[in-house]
């Protein structure tokens, strides 16, 4: 069971606090789908990077997009990418309405796809704030950065929250 359990119940309530359409969301960290297929049901289009390989904070560490594409086949709203997310964003430059960071918990790979994640999306998650006090660091640093408002939700391994609330102005 993913340590991503518990999160569900509290996402109708981020996109309702900050207004956030619900056209697209983009996942860094897929594995196994668990976020994702909870994205799928408030989102349009949910895509997720991934490079299905683990990572060394991750139990599984076997190569398994094929599988995870097939089991997530019901759910013909995510588009899987096998990718680096390093790769990803150098040739992405579309805006999400929400960016989802749980790839491997170290600072500097939090700091760089989060930063690009919340420069290209009007809400950013982080999931193991509490967990991985680098993921922390990382988030209060990107909100620094980017003069995004954080929030740090406590529960379930931590969810860090940043809203880009002018961007969400402009589109309403
Ligand atoms: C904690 S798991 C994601 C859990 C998932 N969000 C869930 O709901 O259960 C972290 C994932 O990040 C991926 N990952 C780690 N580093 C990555 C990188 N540089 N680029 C893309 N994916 C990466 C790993 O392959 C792993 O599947």
Redesign the pocket.
Known sequence: M???KGLEMIIADIINRFGLRRESCI??????????VVFSNFFERVTG???????I??A?KQEHFQQTQERLRPYGNIHLVK????DWIVRDNQRYNLA?V????NYK?TFE?GLWAARHSDCTIF??TESFPEVRKAVKDIARATGQQLYNYPHHYGLGILADTKSIERHK
């Open positions: 993913s340590a991503w996942e860094f960290g897929v594995e196994f789908g668990y976020s994702a990077i991934d490079t299905f390989e683990g990572d904070h991750t599984n990718s680096d997310y390093r989802h749980d790839i491997v918990h790979e796809c999931h193991d």
